[in-house]
């Protein structure tokens, strides 16, 4: 997702939080499947945070110093059957 952010940073001139990037893609995938379909749509996100904290993030992003995990939904549920029930 730093990729979103990098494209949003370029455009807009300011730099997403590192885990804004998720709305900022997610965005940017919306635009780009109304585009494909010849739709007009208002987007609407929440960019809820700077980068300006967080600039090790991008630096270690440029230099390829992240990897992407994968999301495992086994061990999402294995994970939530252990939480307690609440009301």
């Known amino acids: 997702c730093f990729e979103a952010g990098v494209t949003f940073s370029k455009q807009e001139g300011i ?3 590192p885990e804004a990037n998720h709305a900022v893609k ?3 995938d919306a635009a780009l499947e109304c585009k ?3 739709e ?3 987007i609407l996100f ?3 945070g700077h980068g300006h904290f967080d600039m090790q993030a991008y630096a ?3 230099d390829n110093k992240l990897s992407e995990d994968v999301y495992n939904e086994s061990e999402v549920n294995k994970a939530l ?3 307690p029930k609440v009301a």
């Open 15 to 17: 730099i997403p939080a």
């Open 26 to 28: 997610g965005a940017i």
């Open 36 to 38: 494909s379909k010849g």
């Open 40 to 42: 007009s749509k208002t």
């Open 46 to 48: 929440n960019l809820c």
């Open 60 to 62: 270690d992003y440029f």
């Open 81 to 83: 059957e252990s939480l």
